[in-house]
């Protein structure tokens, strides 16, 4: 079993910046492929991908509405990945939810096997 808990949300203002943390316990992951993602909802809106990361070579991907502003990032030695997001803007604002998919980075929610609780991000105008 695989426990996500995902921190850094907040209140932030059109143009700056948040840095969101996803530390992952319950098992370790020396063995096999991991990717994690992270992907976000907004009320009313289908959950969409913002970007992934695999575990052990750290190739990262991102959905094309966050290419250049955010970057994903990961500390195998705290079990833990970043999501650095600059330049943020109203639209971004979302409930950000990591993933873990016992495979390679997927844009597909329903494919993870393991989730998160979400941190709220809210970005004023």
């Known amino acids: 079993q695989v426990q996500l808990v995902e921190s850094g949300g907040g209140l932030v203002q059109a143009g700056g910046s948040l840095r969101l943390s996803c530390v992952a316990s319950?098992?370790?992951?020396?063995?096999?492929?991991?990717?994690l993602g992270w992907f976000r909802q907004a009320p009313g809106k289908e959950r969409e991908f913002v970007a992934g990361?695999?575990?052990?070579?750290?190739?990262?991907y991102y959905g094309d509405s966050v290419k250049g502003r955010f970057t994903i990032s990961r500390d195998n030695a705290k079990n833990t990945v970043y999501l650095q997001m600059n330049s943020l803007k109203p639209e971004d604002t979302a409930a950000y939810y990591c993933?873990?998919?016992?495979?390679?980075?997927?844009?597909?929610?329903?494919?993870?096997?393991?989730w998160g609780r979400g941190t709220q991000v809210t970005v004023s105008s």
């Open positions: 993933a873990l998919n016992r495979g390679s980075i997927v844009t597909v929610g329903r494919v993870y096997d393991y």
């Open positions: 319950g098992r370790t992951f020396d063995t096999g492929t991991y990717a």
């Open positions: 990361i695999t575990w052990s070579g750290g190739i990262t």
